[in-house]
Structures are given as structure tokens and as C-alpha cells.
């Protein structure tokens, strides 16, 4: 068994991170990202993650000073695993609730450690990037991620309350040096 690593989306991947996909939407996840879409044109979705000029997953609103992102996959024994998300520079939505780095693990595979292996190998690539601090913002309620970004060195900043646009955030400083 190989050990798992991270990788630029490629449709080699296509068939268990469509399966992962059907996970993450059954729990109300990833709602923006068609099935059919996908099934007809995976290549698109695949250049369009690896494109790094603005947000590659979600259209956001006009006052929105968009950011490259560089989009990874955790792979292990030729099956897509789980996402991570490097914003490269903050604007000030990503200051509050959006941070340079998000994680998610497919829903079939969380609980095992891989939450913890997916940031922990993703703190070289920000740091690569010239991101010696990385922000990582999370939901209140969401303790396995507040536990995986502790366990990894995570400094809890502060916590912002909800808001009619945005929802409430803890915030934290990740040393990726």
C-alpha cells in the first residue's frame, strides 16, 4: 500500500472523485458542482481547477477581488481521498471568512487521520507559495476540523459572529515555515 500524497487534479482520478462527490452532495457539500456537468465534460473541470487565476470552484458576487488558488488532491492507491485549497494573498473576505487554506475529506474516509495528513501535507505547498502564516478559518461547530488544525500547530486568533451575509468563523494562525 503506497502512502498518500498530494497532486494537481488530474482525470486519472475521475471515477472515485465522482463516487466522493455523490458523498460530499448527500450531506449537502459541493451543491455547485454538476454530476452531468462533470460526466460530460471532466476535462473542463479539471482545467478549470488548474487554471490558479481566481477561484476555480465558485462563482462569487462582482465585489469580490478574486485570488489565484491552487487546488491539490490527496490520492492513495490510485483513489481520490480529499481536497485542499491554497488561496495565495488574502482580500478582505478572506481575512474573515475564508483564510488562505481549506481542507475537506471525503465523507467515507473522515474519522481516520486523514484531516490531519491532508493540512500537514499541504503546509510545504503554502509555504512554497511565500506564505509563511497561514490563516485557516472554520464553522463554530465543526470540532474535527478545529481539532485537525490544532493538532497541526493551528493558534486560535479569534472568533467572528454570524452575520446576514457570512456565517460565524473561528479564526486561526498556521506556521508553515
Known sequence: MAASKLVRPTNTFKDSFMEALIEY???????????????????????????????????????????????????????????????????????????????SIRPSLRGKGFGKKILQKAMP??????????????????IAAIRIIEFCGGKFEDELPETDEFPARKRYWLNCE
Do not use: C
Open 125 to 142: 505547498y503554502i509555504n512554497y507559495l511565500g506564505i509563511d502564516r497561514a490563516l485557516l478559518t472554520v464553522d463554530p461547530e465543526n
Open 25 to 103: 452532495q448527500s450531506e449537502g457539500s459541493y451543491g455547485h458542482v454538476s454530476i452531468a456537468e462533470l460526466n460530460t465534460d471532466f476535462d473542463a473541470f479539471i482545467d478549470k481547477l488548474r487554471d490558479e487565476r481566481q477561484y476555480p470552484q465558485h462563482d462569487f458576487q462582482d465585489w469580490v477581488d478574486p485570488v489565484p488558488e491552487t487546488v491539490l488532491w490527496m490520492v492513495k492507491d490510485g483513489t481520490y481521498y480529499g481536497s485542499v485549497y491554497i488561496r495565495h494573498r488574502l482580500n478582505w473576505h478572506l481575512e474573515k471568512w475564508g483564510g488562505h487554506a481549506s481542507f
